[in-house]
């Protein structure tokens, strides 16, 4: 996995362990400074296209951070695809809603614990589940060709996050 981090335009990533677990966190920034996004990407190798149908899974803390008072700041985790450079969205998800390319649903689970997230692919619908209940079914939702995979973590406010964090990520066919 390359990781955006200090000086490659993201925010640092570090491991962390909580309640048994290890964890990639993005790293709080002091107080007053902008919280910029934290990007790991997950490279194919030289793979032409992923095959046509795919699952992607991981566990994210949602909620919103404690290290803000004034706003509230709801950690998001964006699953971005791309081919040649670019990156489209396939999946944002906070602890308020689930959003694909062409629909979104409500979540309402802002409590700070992990979730399951999973997404199915099947060429070019996308399926997301958070704790095996469906949340987005989006026919249309990724272009192909697909060469790799993304997870941003950031939030929806610029604000210091303190535990903005991922686990247990897998890609399978």
């Known amino acids: 996995m390359d990781a955006e981090g200090a000086g490659r ?33 997950v490279r ?10 795919f699952t992607i899974e991981f566990d ?15 950690k998001r985790y964006e699953i971005r695809v791309g ?9 944002a998800i ?3 809603r689930a959003v694909s390319r062409g629909t979104q649903s409500e979540l309402g689970v802002a409590d700070g614990n992990a979730h399951r997230i999973a997404v199915s692919v099947n060429e070019t619908a996308v399926t997301a589940y958070l ?23 950031s939030s929806e406010k610029i604000a210091p996050q303190d535990d903005l964090m991922f686990a247990n990520f897998r890609i399978a066919q």
């Open 131 to 153: 704790d095996g209940q469906r949340v987005i079914d989006d026919p249309d939702g990724v272009d192909r060709p697909v060469f790799y995979v993304g997870v941003e973590l």
């Open 94 to 96: 906070s602890s308020q």
């Open 9 to 41: 335009g993201g925010n640092p990533l570090s491991v962390v362990s909580r309640g048994g677990r290890k964890f990639l966190l993005s790293e709080p920034v002091p107080e007053g400074q902008q919280q910029d996004p934290s990007t790991v990407y």
């Open 83 to 91: 081919s040649d450079g670019s990156s489209t969205l396939l999946l």
């Open 44 to 53: 194919m190798g030289k793979l032409k296209d992923l095959p046509g149908k």
């Open 60 to 74: 994210a803390i949602l909620g919103y951070s404690r290290l803000t008072t004034d706003v509230k700041a709801d």
